[in-house]
């Protein structure tokens, strides 16, 4: 009976779950379009609100979610909350994100275009 090959590299499942945490975090279409908007510049919650035509309150719970996964970061200056994101390999991210589903919609495209 042959033993099998362990000489690969054991899955650290704390590093798989803090990335799997990050990537739900963002896998909702109103904490998509706060990381969009925030790629630009800085927003306060206000403006958020205003941007996304969403209630105040829905906006500070994707924010909390978006804050507790790392991906934004945020300060008080008076009576307003900024947001920004956490650091650029963020947008990076964001547009790797866009990058690779755009390139898997054209692999998928051509493939079918064969069997019609």
Known sequence: MR???RSHT?????VLRYKA???KAM???????ILETLLKE?????ELVEILELEQAVVSKHL????????????KNGLNIYYSLACPCVADMLHQVSFAL???AAQ???LLSKIH
């Open 42 to 46: 800085e927003k306060c919650v206000c």
């Open 102 to 104: 755009g390139e898997c």
């Open 108 to 110: 998928q495209r051509k």
């Open 27 to 33: 896998a909702h279409p109103t904490r998509l379009a």
């Open 3 to 5: 033993k099998k090959n």
């Open 21 to 23: 945490d990050g990537l």
């Open 10 to 14: 054991k899955m650290n499942w704390d």
């Open 64 to 75: 909390r979610v978006l804050k507790d996964a790392n991906l934004v970061v945020s300060y």
